[in-house]
């Protein structure tokens, strides 16, 4: 069996509690922020954040198609990624 790649799906009002839910192992909580500062920045940014340089995980969010925008929030860098053709970083 496989195990699927990466793949970033809208979260709506009926999975809200499902997408909150999710966890990484133990070993990988101080590289990833919890899910609620995720859609929270998400929100803000339109995008996400990370933390820079060799340990970090930028390489994996280039790889899903965000671009860093130019901005930082608390020292990380802000990226976004363009979505049913609105421009990157579009204000909602």
Same mark, same amino acid.
């Given at each position: 069996? /496989? %195990?699927?790649?990466?793949?970033? &799906? &809208?979260? /709506?009002? !009926?999975?809200?509690? !499902?997408?909150?839910?999710?966890?990484?192992?133990?070993?990988?909580? *101080?590289?990833?922020?919890? @899910? @609620?500062?995720?859609? =929270? &920045? =998400?929100? @803000? *940014?339109?995008?996400? %954040?990370? *933390?820079? +340089?060799?340990?970090?995980?930028?390489?994996?969010?280039?790889?899903?198609?965000?671009?860093?925008? +130019?901005? /930082?929030?608390?020292? &990380?860098? @802000?990226?976004?990624?363009?979505?049913?053709?609105?421009? =990157?970083? =579009?204000?909602?």
């Amino acid at each position: 069996m /496989t %195990t699927p790649g990466p793949r970033l &799906e &809208e979260i /709506t009002p !009926a999975d809200l509690d !499902a997408a909150l839910g999710i966890r990484v192992r133990p070993d990988q909580e *101080h590289a990833v922020a919890p @899910v @609620v500062k995720s859609l =929270a &920045e =998400a929100y @803000v *940014h339109h995008g996400v %954040t990370w *933390h820079p +340089g060799p340990d970090g995980p930028e390489r994996f969010y280039l790889g899903l198609g965000f671009c860093p925008n +130019g901005e /930082t929030s608390g020292g &990380e860098t @802000v990226g976004v990624l363009e979505l049913d053709g609105d421009p =990157a970083g =579009a204000p909602r």
